[in-house]
């Protein structure tokens, strides 16, 4: 079970690699819209706004998950539910868009069908 929890986390930190990647892929499309006069500067600047939040909201994430041991818990369950509870403080305290929320609990329950299918 812990060695599931290392995979899990260690899947994760994947994961969020990739959505970041893609929340930079984003930006420099808002940015080549706006060039080509598809969106307005300021319609640009509200969207790479929101996916600046996101980027610093995912960062947020994985430092949580640096300080989390995963060893501590006896199961998956535990531990996503330890790190579910105290990103959502997080995402409040620092007022992170509501999408980051979402984005981690795809990527967890992504991940925990992975696990459970690929013992």
Do not use: W
Request: charged fraction near 30%.
């Amino acid at each position: 079970m812990k060695q599931d929890n290392r995979r899990f986390v260690q899947f994760l930190k994947i994961e969020l690699e990739d959505l970041e990647s893609d929340l930079y892929l984003m930006i420099d499309n808002n940015q080549e819209r706006r060039e080509r006069g598809l969106i307005t500067g300021h319609v640009a600047k509200e969207n790479i706004a929101v996916f600046r939040n996101e980027i610093a909201g995912l960062a947020c994430f994985r430092n949580l998950l640096d300080e989390t041991d995963p060893s501590a818990f006896a199961a998956i369950g535990d531990l996503t539910a330890s790190i579910k509870k105290q990103f959502h403080e997080l995402i409040r305290t620092y007022d992170f868009v509501p999408a980051v929320e979402l984005y981690i609990d795809r990527k967890i329950g992504k991940i925990m069908q992975y696990i459970s299918q690929n013992p």
